[in-house]
């Protein structure tokens, strides 16, 4: 079936570098795709979305490149800060028959540990 | 402040016993939604409700069920028939139709013993 996964299951990288984390998905009839942070046994955050319709989007110190030609989806944290360390998720939109309905299909995860 | 509150925390079972997990929400969402959390694993969804009185099942439903009384609860039930419940348990609400803007709680760990 339809599915979203991620390339690499860690990321170490020094304070102040950038970091790039990466997710393939296979679903092209997704309408949205959303990236979240989750903190060891805290719930999933909201990080930044795009439609499927853009190509980038830019939030504060993160943006979120999509290449629909090969089904790519990255997140960039520009300057990464030891409180960026999380499990980064990708998910898509279920956006079947033109609803929306809450039905976030996940990736994997990748661990993204900054070192001081 | 307003939010999305799960309880317990943590929470123990004995095998064959059923266990509700709670999920509160004064956000004034309509839409709510409750997911399953394997270590390693992304979120895999058991049961999400548009609308007080109704509820669909997700992608893993088999064992658990819902009720949807009050819009502001969501409670979840793990039967006995789930036949491997230990998970990570997250409810999720949102405005209808607008999953992608879903606020999640933090979380109930099951744990059977």
């Known amino acids: 079936g339809e599915s979203v996964g991620l390339h690499l299951p860690t990321l170490s990288v020094q304070e102040g570098d950038n970091s790039i984390i990466n997710c393939a998905y296979s679903?092209?009839?997704?309408?949205?795709f959303i990236w979240y942070k989750q903190e060891s046994g805290k719930g999933p955050q909201f990080i930044i979305d795009i439609r499927s319709n853009m190509d980038k989007r830019q939030g504060q110190r993160v943006t979120v490149l999509l290449n629909k030609t090969v089904k790519h989806l990255s997140l960039q944290i520009a300057a990464t800060q030891p409180g960026d360390s999380a499990v980064y998720f990708c998910?898509?939109?279920?956006?079947?028959?033109?609803?929306?309905?809450?039905?976030?299909?996940f990736g994997q995860g990748t661990i993204l540990t900054v070192h001081p | 402040d307003g939010g999305i509150t799960q309880s317990p925390k943590y929470l123990f079972r004995k095998e064959g016993q059923n266990v509700t997990l709670s999920c509160e929400q004064n956000?004034?969402?309509?839409?709510m939604y409750w997911y399953r959390q394997d270590p390693g694993q992304g979120l895999r969804l058991i049961y999400y409700s548009q609308i007080v009185n109704d509820f669909q099942k997700g992608d893993i439903a088999e064992g658990y069920s819902v009720s949807r009384e009050k819009k502001e609860s969501f409670p979840l039930t793990v039967t006995s028939a789930q036949k491997n419940p230990t998970a990570f348990y997250l409810c999720?609400?949102?405005?209808?139709?607008?999953?992608?803007?879903?606020?999640f709680g933090q979380g109930t760990r099951l744990t059977v013993v």
């Open positions: 998910a898509e939109v279920d956006n079947a028959g033109g609803t929306s309905y809450g039905k976030l299909t």
């Open positions: 679903n092209s009839a997704s309408d949205y």
């Open positions: 956000l004034n969402h309509d839409a």
């Open positions: 999720a609400s949102s405005i209808p139709y607008r999953g992608r803007e879903a606020f």
